[in-house]
């Protein structure tokens, strides 16, 4: 299999080049992005490899089913940048559904204790042999409520973190775990009792900007806001006015609404024209991480395998029990539940 690589970061290409020379893929690098005007880069290739920030929309589908690629390889969990209805039929989408959930747990949890012991501003300003303690104040985890929206393997992972702190936990998702291990509230009183308010939700359409100006609004006054998962999950004009009018006390964002565009390059010598995303970074009160959550060794070798092994599973059977389509989990008549291709 020769497979088209977008998105390429040099953190990348060690354990996807072990990997697809142990199971006899050939991926080719491409540092841009998949895009319209890129696609055709795609042209004699027989899969596609993309990221988070890559764009998968009907005219980009349309251009691989032209150029004879049948297969999509995700290397993330995620999929809102693919439209998924409009690739059944043409184009084959696997993706991988778990890499190393402690990754993103750990890291929500060092940005939730940084931003709140304020050791990022302790770390600049001992750098400068500045040792005042004036302004660095925090506060206890233990006794505090932490929210945690999403209970699959992240959020629950984070959840158990959080117990671990001594702190009380309270759930939501629409598919509540039966296993009586965490305890599941409407969303109202979660907003009205967390100290802490983490995301661990995928993006669809009724989560979309699921933090708005209504929903902060009835949030704990002071509450702290966390986000690893999806950027649009949070309406940020909505979040700038809440930590304006002191109603949000902090917030830990590692994804962004409009990040595709910013995050993974490096900006500091030009100025960023987006002005929303510039006001929060400015903030004394915001911690930002450029999409770092997933960032260890340990699930970047998880990522590579997976997303390798898929490509060989399809190779093989022309289907995976990664594959993604619109119809799955959602009819009677799934096609993979049955153990058959998606088409």
């Known amino acids: 299999m020769n497979v088209a690589f977008f998105d390429t970061r040099s953190f990348d290409k060690p354990a996807f080049e072990k990997y697809g020379n142990e199971m006899g893929v050939s991926y080719k690098f491409f540092e841009t992005k998949l895009t319209e005007d890129t ?5 004699g290739f027989d899969a596609v490899c993309v990221f988070v ?4 929309d009907a005219a980009v589908l349309d251009k691989l089913y032209t150029y004879g690629v049948r297969l999509l390889a995700l290397r993330c969990a995620g999929y809102n940048n693919v439209d998924v209805r409009h690739a059944y039929g043409k184009v084959h989408i696997v993706r991988v559904p778990a890499y190393s959930p402690y990754a993103v747990a750990e890291h929500t949890m060092a940005m939730l204790l940084t931003s709140i012991r304020r050791i990022h501003k302790a770390y600049i300003r001992t750098k400068d042999f500045n040792f005042s303690l004036d302004g660095l104040t925090g506060f206890d985890l233990h006794g505090k409520t932490a929210g945690v929206i999403g209970t699959g393997r992240i959020g629950r992972i984070f959840a158990d973190i959080c117990k671990g702190f001594g702190m009380r936990v309270l759930a939501h998702d629409p598919h509540p ?6 305890k599941y509230v409407p969303l109202d009183t979660l907003f009205a009792e967390s100290d802490v308010l983490s995301l661990h939700c995928p993006l669809t359409e009724d989560s979309y900007h699921l933090i708005n100006e209504k929903t902060i609004a009835q949030m704990k006054k002071g509450v ?3 986000n690893t998962s999806r950027g649009a999950l949070i309406d940020a004009q909505a979040l700038l006015q809440g930590i304006k009018d002191r109603q949000v006390g902090a ?5 962004y609404e409009e990040e595709s565009d910013i995050f993974f390059e490096d900006f500091s010598g030009h100025i960023v024209q987006d002005d929303t995303l510039a006001r929060l970074i400015s903030m004394p009160n915001v911690l930002v991480t450029s999409h770092q959550a997933f960032l260890t060794q340990e699930a970047l070798d998880s990522i590579a395998k997976t997303t390798t092994e898929n490509i060989c599973t399809f190779q093989k059977t022309g289907g995976s029990p990664n594959e993604l389509c619109y119809h799955c989990g959602k009819t009677d ?3 993979q539940h049955r153990l058959e291709k998606c088409f």
């Open 333 to 335: 008549d799934c096609r």
């Open 177 to 182: 775990s039966q296993d009586g291990a965490l």
């Open 251 to 255: 917030a830990c964002l590692d994804v």
């Open 53 to 56: 920030n890559d764009t998968v």
């Open 224 to 226: 702290v806001l966390l």
């Open 39 to 43: 696609v055709r880069l795609c042209a």
